[in-house]
């Protein structure tokens, strides 16, 4: 078993950002549905049943921002102006009020890809060991091998119930079906329950207090080799900013292909660690995202919180 050291146990506070999601998670599916209406606290407040001080405190504590400012932040009209000159670069502080970031909190990632033979042979002869945890994004499914973090995906205890925002070729996923969504990727893998394997990356993953360059996160990419490029890409995008598709196709030299960077963006394995959240449509509008278009937005979200910290 892969002997972890003392700070990559799971942080004590991971239950309590679960809960915090699920409040927000609401929030943020009535501001898709109802963003040309601002809507003001209190509706808020009588959609999750949370009094204003606690889903104040809440927000704040979860985002670093004010839910006005997080409703500002991810309404469709405000993303398309966060494209500035067409840069790829996400900008959210002269718009929501915020000070400049003082400093820039990223996720170190070491990688490495493991050799085409294994994905040619659909994960014949790995093991990869799985557990569901916590997160500040939904339950998190998080799949390991001895080397490293090789899959992360997301579940919700209802399961398909963002579709009917209209979001096409994303939705929500319970168990059963993330973790069919995700051993189908290397059907002859070997798959073993453990828990008490994945739990350290959760607490490493999802607290940035434990990123950490000296420590890094061991990554394995298991794709074809355009896939592994296109993924390598992405962990380029720094916290708090995004790259347009196309952005993302000219950095690796492919500036003809961004349609197939798309669909290799969109095959992901490793969500968050490997941030295809922070690939946006051109004209600066969230599209399409595996894991539902809501959780992207949280994503996004809370990174602008962190980096304003």
Request: aromatic residues 10%; charged residues 25%.
């Given at each position: 078993m892969l002997a972890l050291s003392e700070n990559l146990?799971?942080?004590?506070?991971?239950?309590?950002?679960?809960?915090?999601?699920?409040?927000?998670?609401?929030?943020l599916q009535h501001i898709?549905?109802?963003?040309?209406?601002?809507?003001?606290?209190d509706e808020l407040c009588k959609l999750t049943g949370v009094p204003p001080t606690r889903l104040q405190k809440t927000?704040?504590?979860?985002?670093?921002?004010?839910?006005?400012?997080?409703?500002?932040?991810?309404?469709?009209?405000?993303?398309?102006?966060?494209?500035?000159?067409?840069?790829?670069?996400?900008?959210?502080?002269?718009?929501?009020?915020?000070?400049?970031?003082?400093?820039?909190?990223?996720?170190?990632?070491t990688h490495e890809a493991m050799s085409p033979g294994v994905f040619k042979a659909k994960g014949a002869g790995l093991e990869i060991r799985y557990g569901f945890?916590?997160?500040?994004?939904?339950?998190?499914?998080?799949?390991?091998?001895?080397?490293?973090?090789?899959?992360?995906?997301?579940?919700?205890?209802?399961?398909?119930?963002?579709r009917h925002l209209g979001e096409v070729g994303t939705g929500s996923f319970n168990r059963p079906q993330a973790l069919e969504d995700m051993t189908k990727r290397?059907?002859?893998?070997?798959?073993?329950?453990?828990?008490?394997?994945?739990?350290?990356?959760a607490g490493r993953i999802f607290d940035p207090a434990q990123w950490q360059a000296d420590q890094p996160?061991?990554?394995?990419?298991?794709?074809?080799?355009?896939?592994?490029?296109?993924?390598?890409?992405?962990?380029?995008?720094?916290?708090g900013k995004a790259t347009t598709y196309s952005g993302l196709a000219q950095s690796l030299d492919r500036p003809d292909a961004a349609r197939a960077v798309g669909t290799a963006v969109g095959r992901n394995p490793i969500s968050f660690v490997v941030p295809c959240h922070r690939?946006?449509?051109?004209?600066?509008?969230?599209?399409g995202y595996h894991w539902g278009l809501t959780r992207k937005r949280a994503m996004l979200g809370w990174e602008a919180g962190v980096t304003a910290a």
């Open positions: 146990q799971p942080s004590r506070d991971l239950n309590t950002a679960h809960e915090d999601y699920e409040i927000v998670r609401s929030v898709t549905e109802n963003w040309r209406d601002q809507p003001e606290l927000f704040t504590r979860w985002a670093g921002i004010s839910p006005k400012a997080f409703l500002q932040a991810v309404t469709l009209d405000h993303a398309k102006r966060l494209l500035e000159d067409g840069l790829p670069l996400l900008e959210t502080s002269f718009e929501l009020g915020l000070s400049s970031p003082g400093r820039l909190h990223d996720l170190f990632v945890h916590p997160s500040p994004f939904g339950e998190a499914l998080i799949m390991a091998t001895d080397r490293g973090l090789a899959g992360l995906a997301f579940a919700d205890e209802n399961g398909n119930d963002v290397w059907p002859n893998a070997s798959y073993v329950e453990d828990n008490e394997f994945t739990a350290p990356y996160l061991r990554v394995v990419l298991i794709g074809t080799d355009f896939q592994i490029r296109v993924w390598e890409g992405l962990l380029r995008i720094p916290v690939v946006i449509g051109k004209s600066g509008q969230l599209t």
